[in-house]
């Protein structure tokens, strides 16, 4: 069973920067294909970052603001967010996939959830 606990949200100003965790249960990113998503009140899950054969995807809204890494020895995925933005607001989600999914930016094609970490950006 693949468990994933996200950490490093919080309420931050606008221009600042922010680095969530996603802890995950036993050596899964070398099984599963990885990414990051959020949810804004109202609003769909929204894909944001995802481990890519040949190079990683990002949305366009965070493209060259946001970083998406791992430390395996840790267990441990990662989504550095720098310059961010109001619009940047909202609950943000790890998640697993099989591996066939590498690259995926369809919430629903991603098996396992963390419970999310809620990200503020005040203007």
């Known amino acids: 069973q693949v468990q994933l606990v996200e950490s490093g949200g919080g309420l931050v100003q606008a221009g600042d920067s922010l680095r969530l965790s996603c802890a995950a249960s036993g050596r899964i990113f070398s099984n599963y294909a990885m990414g990051w998503f959020r949810q804004a009140p109202g609003k769909e899950r929204e894909f944001v970052a995802a481990f890519r054969w040949g190079g990683d995807i990002y949305a366009d809204s965070v493209k060259g603001r946001f970083t998406i890494s791992t430390n395996n020895a840790k267990n441990t995925m990662y989504l550095q967010m720098n310059s961010l933005k109001p619009e940047d607001t909202a609950v943000y989600y790890c998640?697993?996939?099989?591996?066939?999914?590498?690259?995926?930016?369809?919430?629903?094609?991603?098996?396992?959830w963390g419970q999310g970490t809620q990200v503020t950006v005040s203007s």
């Open positions: 998640a697993a996939a099989p591996p066939y999914y590498s690259g995926s930016t369809y919430y629903r094609e991603y098996d396992y």
